[in-house]
C-alpha cells in the first residue's frame, strides 16, 4: 500500500514540475517581447454583416492624409521586413476605427521587432503585440492567431476601446496601462515619426 503512494506521489510532483517547466520556458522565450496584456476576451477577427456597412462610412482621411498616402509611408518603413504588405489594412482598419494607424504601426513594430529580427511569437503565432489569451501559442499564455490580419484587427479594436479619442492616443500617456516604461514610449514615439518623414 506504501509503495502505491509513494507512486503516486512521484507521478504527480513530476507531472507539476513538468507543466512547471512548460510554462517558465514560455516566459524565457517571450520575455524580451513587447507584451501588451489585454484583460478582455479577444477572439478572433470574424466578418459580421455590419461590417461591409461601416466600410462605407469608414472617413478616408486621417489629419489630411488620405487611406493612399498612409499606406504608402507605412510600407515605405515596412520595406523588406516581414510586415510589407500590411500596411493597407492597418491604415483601413485603423481609420474605421478611429485610431491613428501610425501609433498602431509604431506598436507593432516595437512588439515584433521586425526591423531587425521579427520575435518569435509574430514568426510562430502571427501575433504582432504580444497579446495573451486563448488559444495560447506553445500552450502557454500568449495568443495564437490564424493570420495577421486577425492579430492586427484585435489590436486597433483594443486602442479604440480604451484609448477613443485622439489625444489619448499618445505613447507617452498609454504606457502606464500596458505595465510599460518611458523606454516604450520613446521606441513607440521614433517608429511613428519614421513613418510620417517616410524614412
Request: aromatic residues 14%; hydrophobic residues 35%.
Amino acid at each position: 500500500m506504501r509503495r502505491k503512494w509513494f507512486i503516486l506521489i512521484i507521478l504527480l510532483a513530476f507531472n507539476f514540475l513538468f507543466v512547471y517547466g512548460i510554462n517558465y520556458a514560455n516566459q524565457v522565450m517571450f520575455t524580451n517581447n513587447f507584451m501588451i496584456y489585454l484583460y478582455e476576451e479577444n477572439k478572433p477577427h470574424e466578418e459580421d454583416p455590419t461590417e461591409k456597412e461601416e466600410e462605407l462610412a469608414v472617413d478616408t482621411k486621417y489629419n489630411g492624409e488620405s487611406i493612399e498616402q498612409i499606406t504608402t509611408r507605412l510600407e515605405r518603413v515596412f520595406k523588406k521586413t516581414e510586415l510589407e504588405g500590411y500596411g493597407d489594412y492597418i491604415a483601413n482598419t485603423s481609420l474605421k476605427k478611429s485610431v491613428n494607424p501610425y501609433l498602431i504601426g509604431g506598436i507593432i513594430l516595437e512588439s515584433t521587432k521586425c526591423k531587425m529580427d521579427c520575435s518569435v511569437i509574430f514568426k510562430q503565432c502571427n501575433n504582432v503585440s504580444g497579446t495573451k489569451g486563448a488559444p495560447g501559442c506553445f500552450g502557454g499564455s500568449y495568443k495564437e492567431y490564424n493570420n495577421i490580419n486577425d492579430s492586427i484587427y484585435d489590436l486597433v479594436n483594443v486602442i479604440s476601446k480604451k484609448f477613443y479619442t485622439p489625444e489619448m492616443q499618445v505613447p507617452n500617456k498609454m504606457y502606464t496601462e500596458y505595465g510599460k516604461n518611458v523606454v516604450w514610449a520613446f521606441k513607440v514615439n521614433k517608429y511613428m515619426e519614421e513613418f510620417k518623414k517616410g524614412k
